[in-house]
T-cell receptor
Framework: EAQVTQNPRYLITVTGKKLTVTCSQN?????MSWYRQDPGLGLRQIYYSMNVEVTDKGDVPEGYKVSRKEKRNFPLILESPSPNQTSLYFC???????????FGEGSWLTVV | GEDVEQSLFLSVREGDSSVINCTYTDSSSTYLYWYKQEPGAGLQLLTYIFSNMDMKQDQRLTVLLNKKDKHLSLRIADTQTGDSAIYFC???????????FGQGTELSVKP
């Protein structure tokens, strides 16, 4: 079954404590990205990757890092989380020019 | 830059039709999507339309695309209380798999 899997699904953490949200896809997709969803703003792209070792900033990259060491995995790293990073995060993957974009189920992150 | 706009709220009565509107700015859009998000849940792809199409129908859903005006709409016929959710339109531009989302329209269906 085609899947994008994110973990953790729910997390409450404290300001400054490094955390990683993992994302894995089983469809051999080249393109992966991370979005954050905030009320009234929709989803905004944080970072994206067009293939292994190729990553680039999206529209709201500040405070985040990513890596793409393997094609299937695209972790999102918050080195020093702050309360303004409290949000719902989605990982997505697709073929570079395919019509279907697959989303993970979302990770609810609260930074206190 | 690319932008997608939606109104934030829509309220309808059960059994009526709902029309959710969306405008976008990127004339090089390839696909346009409608997603549904129920409370506390993730994103569910409802339908999508290729940019060279004017209309797509799928059971109770009708998507209309006016490429000249860069206007997209989603019509839900016979709206039910289970249709209450936030609806996002999104356009896929020319940067691989990147989607530009609208702010989301919260649809409230009253019995």
């Amino acid at each position: 079954e085609a899947q994008v899997t994110q973990n953790p699904r729910y997390l409450i953490t404290v300001t400054g404590k490094k955390l990683t949200v993992t994302c894995s896809q089983n469809m051999n997709h080249e393109y992966m990205s991370w979005y954050r969803q905030d009320p009234g703003l929709g989803l905004r792209q944080i970072y994206y990757s067009m293939n292994v070792e190729v990553t680039d900033k999206g529209d709201v990259p500040e405070g985040y890092k990513v890596s793409r060491k393997e094609k299937r995995n695209f972790p999102l790293i918050l080195e020093s989380p702050s309360p303004n990073q409290t949000s719902l995060y989605f990982c997505a993957s697709s073929l570079y020019s395919g019509n279907t974009i697959y989303f993970g189920e979302g990770s609810w992150l609260t930074v206190v | 830059g690319e932008d997608v706009e939606q109104s934030l709220f829509l309220s309808v009565r059960e059994g009526d039709s709902s029309v959710i509107n969306c405008t976008y700015t990127d004339s090089s859009s390839t696909y346009l999507y409608w997603y549904k998000q129920e409370p506390g849940a993730g994103l569910q792809l409802l339908t999508y339309i290729f940019s060279n199409m004017d209309m797509k129908q799928d059971q109770r859903l009708t998507v209309l695309l006016n490429k000249k005006d860069k206007h997209l709409s989603l019509r839900i016929a016979d709206t039910q209380t289970g249709d209450s959710a936030i609806y996002f339109c999104a356009e896929r531009g020319n940067q691989g798999g990147k989607l530009i989302f609208g702010q989301g329209t919260e649809l409230s269906v009253k019995p």
